[in-house]
């Protein structure tokens, strides 16, 4: 599924040009609620290019890129890589775009910057889609990724970097096949001018990652409730290694206008393709609608 986008850039508070993908909608600005998609810790806006088209029949999309990943500038001081740092970068493309009520779409990390987000400036999220996070995180789905982001390789073709891709995540996509690692390779990596492929964001994220609550901000709680009474979904991979089942009840309790379902034999994250995924999204917007 392809729909027209356009890339559009803006600058953060330290200087950086900073890149979106911005779909219009059926009608410009659209009457419908704008809807903001946040990506996960070495993800770029590809990651949303199918539900994007699609929600973009619909509704203006902004895709924001974090500093360091895809076509938004590298920052030159890597303690910059925080999710307080990228919620302010947001925060200023919803200024510059005059965007005061929106849905957030976020993926792991993105998550954590929608419930930081929320707790800012409780009241404007109109609703929300939380893949694979919660405000407690699995210290081991956190090791797992400390054991791969920041290793710097390169593939000299597509399959190469399919395969590995699959060496490195295959206990969480199970039931995928060659043509589905590669579409996550194609949504990962990108081509260097040496003709080489390799991820597509700044090793130099690894850095702070590892920091104590750099990748996992303490007690996320009080933001979560910011959140309360706002109509949310909860997207859990079943085999998810980084939210819990009993995360996921704690945070039914604390935000009854929440709905959660699960997507069978994924980890951490699911696609948000996946049809359990994307009928819970839809659902959700036609409350909201």
């Excluded at 579409?183 to 260097?192: E, F, H, I, L």
């Excluded at 994220?205 to 990748?215: D, K, Q, R, T, V």
Aim: contains cysteine.
């Amino acid at each position: 599924m392809t729909s027209q986008y356009v890339d559009r850039y803006w600058t953060s508070s330290d200087g950086l040009k900073l890149h979106y993908r911005h779909y219009a909608g059926p009608d410009g600005d659209g009457a419908n609620l704008p809807i903001l998609c946040l990506h996960g810790l070495t993800r770029n806006s590809r990651d949303f290019e199918d539900l994007a088209a699609h929600l973009a029949a619909k509704h203006r999309v902004i895709v924001p890129e974090m500093r360091g990943r895809g076509m938004s500038e590298h920052a030159p001081n890597s303690e910059s890589y925080s999710p307080a740092i990228y919620v302010g970068d947001v925060e200023l493309l919803l200024k510059d775009l005059g965007i005061d009520r929106y849905i957030s779409i976020g993926t792991s990390m993105g998550g954590l910057m929608t419930m930081l987000m929320a707790a800012a400036k409780p009241g404007r999220l109109a609703g929300v889609v939380m893949n694979d996070i919660g405000p407690v995180i699995d210290p081991a789905g956190l090791e797992r990724i400390g054991g791969y982001v920041g290793q710097q390789r390169t593939y000299p073709t597509w399959v190469h970097a399919a395969r590995a891709m699959a060496d490195v995540h295959q206990p969480s996509f199970p039931d995928f096949d060659l043509d589905q690692w590669l579409k996550m390779a194609k949504r990962t990596m990108v081509v260097g001018q040496n003709g080489r492929i390799s991820f597509d964001y700044d090793m130099a994220i690894a850095e702070p990652f590892s920091n104590p609550g750099n990748a996992a901000p303490p007690d996320l709680w009080p933001a979560f409730d910011s959140l309360k009474g706002v109509p949310m979904v909860l997207v859990r991979g079943g085999l998810s290694d980084l939210l819990s089942p009993e995360t996921v009840e704690e945070m039914a309790q604390r935000n009854p206008a929440m709905t959660s379902v699960t997507v069978p034999n994924v980890g951490h994250a699911p696609t948000l393709d996946e049809p359990e995924a994307r009928a819970s999204i839809d659902a959700l917007l036609a409350q909201l609608a």
